[in-house]
């Protein structure tokens, strides 16, 4: 502390306020964009992965018929059913339709494969009950009456979990803490 003419000159110097305000400057313009980029990223698969649902869940209700959704896993590159056989495709959704004997492709251009990126990874799909599935493909019926199978679906997103529940009676996909 230095004392002049009786005031008291404790504090910072204009250049050491410069010099601190362009280190966080620095700072920000590294760190901002990663944390942004990681949140959205997040958001935007979650918010696709519950489009997808609302959308599947709509087209069996309006159209009156049954769809089938297809959540192939991460685990496994390869599923063993002679039907989901050339149709899996690794971290994705797809919807299909059953006609007698055969799976085709919904043309609903909402409902068209849809792959999710390497940081969010579907792990494994929970169903009311208990049951557990975690590789391969999973098939859930969404009927006309608007309803489906109620499933929780586990997804990584960079290191950590989190969980999306489709109700019963909803088309809307909620984000839980846990899925029991």
């Given at each position: 502390m230095i004392i002049q003419n009786?005031?008291?000159n404790?504090?910072?110097?204009?250049?050491?306020?410069?010099?601190?305000?362009?280190?966080?400057?620095?700072?920000?313009?590294?760190?901002?964009?990663k944390i942004s980029g990681f949140l959205s990223n997040e958001r935007k698969d979650s918010a696709l992965f519950s489009a997808y649902i609302a959308a599947i869940t709509d087209d069996a209700y309006i159209n009156k018929r049954n769809n089938y959704l297809i959540i192939s896993l991460e685990k496994d590159s390869k599923t063993?059913?002679?039907?989901?056989?050339?149709?899996?495709n690794s971290n994705s959704l797809q919807c299909l339709l059953f006609?007698?004997?055969?799976?085709?492709?919904?043309?609903?251009?909402?409902l068209k494969l849809r792959k999710f990126s390497n940081g969010f990874i579907l792990s494994e799909v929970i169903f009311e009950g208990?049951?557990?599935?975690?590789?391969?493909?999973?098939?859930?019926?969404?009927?006309?009456?608007?309803t489906s199978e109620a499933f929780t679906m586990r997804v990584v997103v960079d290191n950590?979990?989190?969980f999306l529940k489709k109700y019963r009676n909803s088309k809307e996909v909620q984000k839980i803490e846990s899925p029991l």
């Open positions: 009786g005031h008291c404790s504090g910072f110097t204009l250049i050491e306020l410069i010099i601190v305000m362009a280190i966080f400057a620095v700072m920000s313009v590294v760190a901002l964009p063993d059913s002679d039907i989901l056989r050339d149709k899996y006609d007698k004997e055969n799976f085709s492709d919904n043309m609903n251009n909402l208990g049951k557990t599935i975690s590789s391969g493909s999973v098939l859930i019926p969404f009927y006309s009456d608007g950590r979990e989190i």
